[in-house]
């Protein structure tokens, strides 16, 4: 299996601009996560889907912020409009189960000047 | 809210040292898991602990969780330089949401 694929793997944009990164997870896990992570704040759950559906979008800093799962295949995260401290690095995670283990991507390194 | 501290934050040992991270909840956990994460890359799972008191080894990896489930440890033997790398648990609680730990940064000198 290719594992939990995630684009792109850097991306450098301005203040203001819309950012988009997206994530195909494991195919048959039922469970997609996303997580931000930083010096500061270390890995925040931001949100997480069962069967395509959000269930706990708590950890989503603010309404610029919003995530969608379409089917069963592909997730996106979107930013709109970004700021500075937006920067991090932002993992996709999927899961067979509820409480089962987290297969992680590569990351998507976002940098917001 | 549910909050997972670490310590410590950062380990240097010498090769061959045996080095362990402590992972504290707030909260009473359903299980928790144990990711290793290395320079530049993403997380990668250990193990999952779910019983109270329960002890799992790989090879020179010993895990431990807290009999009231609210702590955990994790204990490496004999460290060798490919032990680098940050360490973070991961509680999960009644929502079953994995709420990752704050992270020991372990490095290994040679």
């Known amino acids: 299996d290719a594992g939990v694929i995630q684009s792109p793997r850097h991306e450098v944009t301005e203040m203001g601009q819309e950012v988009t990164l997206r994530c195909k997870p494991i195919s048959g896990h039922d469970y997609l996560f996303w997580y931000r992570q930083t010096m500061m704040r270390g890995l925040e759950l931001l949100i997480y889907?069962?069967?395509?559906?959000?269930?706990?979008d708590s950890g989503m800093p603010e309404d610029r912020f919003s995530a969608k799962m379409p089917n069963a295949s592909f997730s996106t995260l979107k930013i709109q409009p970004s700021e500075p401290r937006d920067s991090a690095v932002y993992f996709c995670?999927?899961?067979?189960?509820?409480?089962?283990?987290?297969?992680f991507g590569e990351g998507s390194r976002l940098t917001v000047l | 809210g549910q909050q997972v501290m670490q310590i410590p934050q950062y380990q240097h040992v010498q090769e061959g040292e045996d080095f362990t991270t402590y992972c504290n909840s707030s909260?009473?956990?359903?299980?928790i898991q144990w990711y290793k994460q290395r320079p530049g890359g993403h997380p990668v799972f250990l193990i999952q602990?779910?019983?109270?008191?329960e002890v799992k080894k790989q090879k020179r990896l010993t895990f431990q969780f807290g009999e009231a489930k609210k702590n955990s440890s994790l204990h490496i033997t004999a460290t060798q330089t490919t032990d680098v790398g940050t360490y973070f648990c991961a509680g999960a609680s009644g929502t079953y949401k994995y709420i990752f730990g704050t992270g020991t940064r372990l490095k290994v000198l040679a």
């Open positions: 602990l779910v019983k109270s008191g």
């Open positions: 889907f069962n069967n395509n559906v959000p269930i706990d």
């Open positions: 995670a999927s899961s067979l189960s509820r409480t089962g283990e987290l297969f």
């Open positions: 909260t009473t956990l359903s299980n």
